[in-house]
């Protein structure tokens, strides 16, 4: 049985979905007095971009049913170069069609901080709200006793039903600090969003394609230690700390450099 516990941990996981992008948009659009459609273009940058462009070659390359993917998933190296440079070259692509093309005509130097707010503050309303309602129909399935019966079906593959059947330690394991771990990984990846987005936006009004290249390389190696936790190499902590010091150094450097 999944307890109140873990149910408020989750509400809280789907309330930071929605409070932390949306309240961060509407202050940044009401201070500012921005376009909240540039917003709107980042968000719908990074869903475009980074859930249905990116998954083409993931498909081929992270598939465990294919020779490929077996070795991809198999080796620390390939699995860390292709994860975080496939991040990189589809959402920052993502970007600077973007600014050449729907935000070509507003120059001013707040839309690359606006598209940055959208870009990543859709993926932690997609990474904290689905996710947080996915837990919470999977843990209301196990208190009701339907989700024994969903993994049991003939129909599901190994595959399938492998990761289904570690859906309730999952659960189990989810606390307080593993939630608020999560919201603020969302909080510190919104940052370095912002951050390429200014860079890019750079790369396009001031003609230097090599600052669209540099967004590539950072956001590749922000993904890198990610990539380097899930086989064991670095513990979660080395993780978040190197993840909450390289977003904001670096979106530091890039605001005073290029906030023109």
């Given at each position: 049985?999944?307890g109140?516990?873990?149910?408020?941990?989750?509400?809280?996981?789907?309330?930071?979905?929605?409070?932390?992008?949306?309240?961060?948009?509407?202050?940044?659009?009401?201070?500012?007095?921005?376009?909240?459609?540039?917003?709107?273009?980042?968000a719908?940058?990074?869903?475009?971009?980074?859930?249905?462009?990116?998954?083409?070659?993931?498909a081929?390359?992270?598939?465990?049913?294919?020779?490929?993917?077996?070795?991809?998933?198999?080796?620390?190296?390939?699995?860390?170069?292709?994860?975080?440079?496939?991040?990189?070259?589809?959402e920052?692509?993502?970007?600077?069609?973007?600014?050449?093309?729907?935000?070509?005509?507003?120059?001013?130097?707040?839309?690359?901080?606006?598209?940055?707010?959208?870009?990543?503050?859709?993926?932690?309303?997609?990474?904290?709200?689905?996710?947080?309602?996915?837990?919470?129909?999977y843990?209301?399935?196990?208190?009701?006793?339907?989700?024994?019966?969903?993994?049991?079906?003939g129909?599901?593959?190994?595959?399938?039903?492998?990761?289904?059947?570690?859906?309730?330690?999952?659960?189990a394991?989810?606390?307080?600090?593993?939630?608020?771990?999560?919201?603020?990984?969302?909080?510190?990846?919104?940052?370095?969003?912002?951050?390429?987005?200014?860079?890019?936006?750079?790369?396009?009004?001031?003609?230097?394609?090599?600052?669209?290249?540099?967004?590539?390389?950072?956001h590749?190696?922000?993904?890198?230690?990610?990539?380097?936790?899930?086989f064991?190499?670095l513990?979660?902590?080395?993780?978040?700390?190197?993840?909450?010091i390289?977003?904001?150094?670096?979106?530091?450097?890039?605001?005073?450099?290029?906030?023109?």
């Amino acid at each position: 049985m999944i307890g109140t516990y873990t149910f408020v941990c989750i509400g809280l996981m789907i309330a930071a979905g929605i409070i932390l992008p949306l309240g961060t948009a509407i202050w940044w659009v009401k201070t500012r007095h921005e376009k909240f459609t540039t917003v709107l273009v980042g968000a719908a940058t990074w869903f475009v971009f980074a859930i249905i462009l990116e998954s083409i070659p993931k498909a081929f390359l992270f598939n465990q049913a294919s020779p490929i993917g077996k070795a991809v998933l198999g080796n620390v190296f390939l699995f860390t170069v292709f994860g975080a440079l496939l991040a990189g070259i589809f959402e920052e692509t993502g970007r600077l069609v973007a600014f050449k093309t729907v935000l070509k005509n507003r120059t001013n130097k707040e839309t690359g901080i606006s598209h940055g707010i959208g870009h990543g503050g859709f993926e932690a309303m997609y990474l904290l709200l689905v996710g947080g309602i996915q837990y919470l129909i999977y843990a209301s399935m196990v208190n009701n006793g339907t989700f024994g019966v969903m993994t049991n079906r003939g129909a599901i593959s190994t595959a399938d039903a492998s990761a289904l059947e570690a859906i309730p330690e999952a659960l189990a394991a989810i606390t307080l600090g593993t939630i608020l771990l999560s919201i603020t990984e969302r909080i510190f990846s919104m940052i370095l969003h912002v951050g390429l987005s200014i860079l890019v936006f750079s790369a396009v009004k001031k003609s230097r394609i090599s600052l669209y290249f540099l967004a590539i390389a950072m956001h590749a190696l922000f993904d890198v230690p990610a990539a380097l936790y899930q086989f064991g190499v670095l513990n979660l902590y080395a993780t978040e700390i190197f993840i909450a010091i390289f977003a904001v150094v670096f979106t530091f450097v890039v605001y005073k450099k290029l906030h023109f």
